[in-house]
């Protein structure tokens, strides 16, 4: 299973790789719980300035200043269709907030979540950093 997790607005000050451009709790563990239940090769970070970007992607990337809310300088929803399509991300397991599950609705064909899973639930970012920790090496799909 393909498992997608967000970008995040603390980054390193130097261009990296991309599974290190992001410094933020939230992003640590997301990644954390990724790497601990699908390959790395089958985890993607979506990056509100690039789109879909696989894990192991070798190059550095800058630091940058765009999120979801900013409609004018954030990737085109018409890119990330494309870009899912070229990737073949048919189904995948999504972690991130509402910006992040609605743009990965419109693009990919089958996606579940944290929210979906339990939508009884209020589901802060501290809330999901410690249903992750409590489920690491466990698959919720």
Same mark, same amino acid.
């Given at each position: 299973?393909?498992?997608?997790?967000?970008?995040?607005? $603390?980054? #390193?000050?130097?261009?990296?790789?991309?599974?290190?451009?992001?410094?933020?709790?939230?992003? $640590?563990?997301?990644?954390?719980?990724?790497? =601990?239940?699908? #390959?790395?090769?089958?985890?993607?970070?979506? =990056?509100?300035? %690039?789109?879909?970007?696989? %894990?192991?992607? !070798?190059?550095?990337? #800058?630091?940058?200043?765009v999120t979801?809310?900013?409609?004018?300088?954030c990737i085109?929803?018409?890119?990330?269709?494309? !870009?899912?399509?070229?990737?073949?991300?048919?189904?995948?397991?999504?972690?991130?907030? $509402?910006?992040?599950?609605?743009?990965?609705?419109?693009?990919?064909?089958?996606?579940? #979540?944290?929210? &979906?899973?339990?939508? &009884?639930?209020?589901?802060?970012?501290?809330?999901?950093? !410690?249903?992750? $920790?409590?489920?690491?090496g466990k !698959?919720?799909?």
């Amino acid at each position: 299973m393909i498992v997608i997790i967000p970008c995040g607005s $603390k980054k #390193s000050n130097e261009p990296t790789l991309i599974k290190n451009l992001y410094k933020g709790g939230y992003f $640590k563990w997301c990644k954390k719980w990724a790497e =601990s239940v699908t #390959s790395k090769e089958k985890i993607y970070i979506l =990056s509100a300035k %690039y789109g879909f970007i696989n %894990y192991l992607y !070798q190059k550095k990337i #800058s630091p940058y200043e765009v999120t979801f809310n900013n409609k004018i300088n954030c990737i085109a929803q018409n890119i990330l269709n494309k !870009q899912a399509i070229y990737f073949n991300i048919k189904k995948a397991f999504v972690l991130g907030g $509402k910006n992040y599950i609605d743009r990965c609705k419109l693009a990919i064909d089958d996606i579940n #979540s944290i929210q &979906e899973l339990y939508p &009884e639930k209020r589901w802060g970012i501290g809330y999901q950093m !410690q249903f992750l $920790k409590n489920n690491l090496g466990k !698959q919720l799909w």
